[in-house]
């Protein structure tokens, strides 16, 4: 994990951590979405959707009034990969791996053991609801920092298919949380 002393080195004398994210901070999620995925935009109702879903799911990097990025996740089917703007209403009982929906960050905040230090707190979050999994949809060519997380590519002529409304980079991630 990434320690506020090894933030404040990278960061300069801003000190950014991971908090839940609340209704209050959809403008700053909303702006850094934009700004990071122009070609996969996601409404406002969207986003809400996601906060009421499963809040403890939702997080921001932040430090005081400054936004660097957000995390969406929730509960989800594996392999079910889920339409982008899209609200969700899936049961949670039929689910078995916690779904990292979205994780943006600006550019001042990338490399920084951010990514990292949110999938830890993710990985507790699955386990406390007994999700054996964490899975993605890697987009923009980032699966080889998701792999140096431990994450696996899943390849399948279905996933394929799914996967075409994230664009053509696109790659279904999972990484297994048992014995690790």
């Given at each position: 994990m990434v320690g506020?002393?090894?933030?404040?080195?990278?960061?300069?004398?801003?000190?950014?951590?991971?908090?839940?994210?609340?209704?209050?901070?959809?403008?700053?999620?909303?702006?850094?979405s934009c700004q990071i995925h122009p070609n996969l935009p996601e409404s406002q109702e969207t986003i809400i959707n996601k906060l009421e879903f499963f809040p403890q799911g939702c997080w921001l990097l932040s430090s005081g009034n400054e936004s660097f990025g957000?995390?969406?996740s929730h509960p989800w089917q594996l392999f079910n990969i889920p339409e982008l703007n899209k609200a969700l209403s899936?049961?949670?009982?039929?689910?078995?791996c916690l779904y990292i929906h979205d994780l943006a960050l600006l550019e001042v905040a990338r490399g920084?053991?951010?990514a990292k230090q949110l999938v830890e707190r993710l990985t507790q979050i699955a386990y406390s609801h007994n999700l054996t999994f964490l899975a993605l949809t890697s987009v923009?060519?980032?699966q080889s920092i998701w792999q140096r997380l431990g994450f696996k590519?899943?390849?399948?002529?279905v996933l394929s298919v799914k996967?075409?409304?994230?664009?053509?980079?696109?790659?279904?991630?999972?990484?297994?949380?048992v014995n690790s």
């Open positions: 506020a002393g090894d933030q404040k080195r990278v960061f300069g004398e801003i000190k950014p951590d991971w908090r839940i994210a609340s209704f209050s901070d959809l403008e700053n999620i909303h702006d850094i957000y995390a969406l899936a049961p949670l009982q039929i689910a078995d920084k053991g951010a923009y060519d980032t590519l899943m390849n399948h002529d996967l075409d409304s994230y664009g053509p980079s696109a790659k279904y991630m999972v990484k297994s949380l």
